[in-house]
């Protein structure tokens, strides 16, 4: 009964990433027809198409190393499923990064963002792995470091095209969708909230050390590319500890990063603050198997010498 219960749950990770990928896309076709981004039409594509090519490519190598069938066997709604995750990297590398009107940089991030997936996995206590990259953020911060003449995205792209009015329509908007998302399908308020009150607390903290206007600290916080980074990036359920200690411990790990970041004259803190703090947690799963297998170890010649006593 309780296995036919839970086979009728919908789940919620999938469901999330379904609405995520309709989110994204719309956003980067109204984006591109409407509210000013500058990239041009070919990059999104050739990104998709990059990251696409590698997410079956990779799957199919992983599957037959491994005596498994491929996750995008098995049907239309299978393979349009496991396409979401790279559909999501593939639009986001391109919305974010501006690489004038080259398209290597871009397909570079998109491996990037595909290839840490298989790549970088950490071992979980009960069995299995996983991975610890914000697979587009870590292919937009590889991206920066391999490319010095790649920037990020203006932010002014975002709403170029929109005025008075409309440049306060479409954060809240995006707050709102948001929102929603995080607090029906990846549960990830806290975080959010904590990240939220970590960065206002460093910018204040920054202007009182360094005797700096607070409000300019602050200012970051109201722009249309933070908010897609607070309520779509740094909430990656995939990346990010489900339980609310940890939520909040990560929240607070990225902005603690980002003041030492910033405070250091590093451009780009939001994104490598990110990467810094997925590096932090890859470590923190890898000492967590070790504990379990040294733990269950223990266990196992306690078992064996009770055993012996016995006999």
């Known amino acids: 009964m309780a296995e036919t219960l839970a086979a009728k749950?919908?789940?919620?990770?999938?469901?999330?990433?379904r609405r995520f990928a309709i989110a994204i896309t719309l956003f980067n076709v109204i984006g591109h027809s409407y509210?000013?981004?500058?990239?041009?039409?070919?990059?999104?594509?050739?990104?998709?198409?990059?990251?696409?090519?590698?997410?079956?490519?990779?799957e199919w190598v992983h599957a037959r190393a491994n005596g498994l069938k491929p996750r995008f066997l098995g049907g239309p709604v299978a393979f349009v499923n496991f396409m979401l995750s790279a559909h999501i990297s593939g639009l986001a590398v391109a919305m974010l990064l501006y690489a004038n009107d080259r398209l290597?940089?871009?397909?570079f991030a998109a491996a990037v963002a595909?290839?840490?997936?298989?790549?970088?996995?950490?071992?979980?206590?009960?069995?299995?792995s996983r991975h610890y990259?914000?697979?587009?953020?870590?292919?937009?911060?590889?991206?920066l470091l391999a490319f010095p003449w790649v920037g990020i995205a203006a932010p002014y792209m975002f709403s170029e095209n929109l005025y008075t009015r409309g440049d306060w329509v479409m954060p809240i908007i995006i707050i709102i969708s948001g929102s929603f998302l995080n607090t029906k399908l990846t549960k990830r308020m806290p975080l959010i909230f904590t990240w939220l009150a970590?960065?206002?607390?460093?910018?204040?903290?920054?202007?009182?050390?360094?005797?700096?206007?607070?409000?300019?600290?602050?200012?970051?916080?109201?722009?249309?590319?933070?908010?897609?980074?607070?309520?779509?990036?740094?909430?990656?359920?995939?990346?990010?500890?489900?339980?609310?200690r940890g939520q909040i411990w990560f929240g607070i790990s990225v902005a603690a990063t980002y003041f030492l970041l910033i405070s250091n004259h590093i451009v780009f803190d939001l994104f490598f603050a990110l990467t810094i703090t997925c590096i932090?947690?890859?470590?923190?799963?890898?000492?967590?198997?070790w504990q379990?297998?040294?733990?269950?170890?223990?266990v196992a010649v306690g078992t064996e010498d009770v055993g012996r006593v016995r006999a």
Not at 133 to 143: E, Q
Not at 292 to 298: F, G, I, K
Request: net charge positive; proline share 8%; hydrophobic share 50%.
């Open 198 to 244: 970590a960065f206002a607390g460093q910018a204040l903290l920054r202007a009182w050390i360094f005797d700096r206007p607070w409000q300019a600290g602050l200012m970051p916080m109201t722009g249309v590319a933070f908010i897609l980074f607070t309520f779509y990036m740094v909430t990656d359920p995939a990346t990010t500890p489900s339980s609310t």
């Open 280 to 289: 932090g947690r890859g470590v923190a799963l890898y000492v967590a198997a």
């Open 114 to 128: 595909i290839g840490s997936k298989y790549l970088f996995r950490a071992p979980l206590p009960g069995g299995g």
């Open 35 to 58: 509210l000013g981004f500058e990239q041009s039409l070919a990059q999104p594509l050739a990104s998709l198409a990059t990251a696409y090519s590698l997410e079956l490519l990779l």
């Open 133 to 143: 990259f914000n697979p587009s953020n870590l292919g937009i911060t590889a991206t």
């Open 292 to 298: 379990a297998e040294r733990a269950s170890q223990r």
């Open 104 to 107: 290597l940089p871009i397909c």
């Open 9 to 17: 749950q919908p789940d919620l990770r999938l469901t999330a990433l």
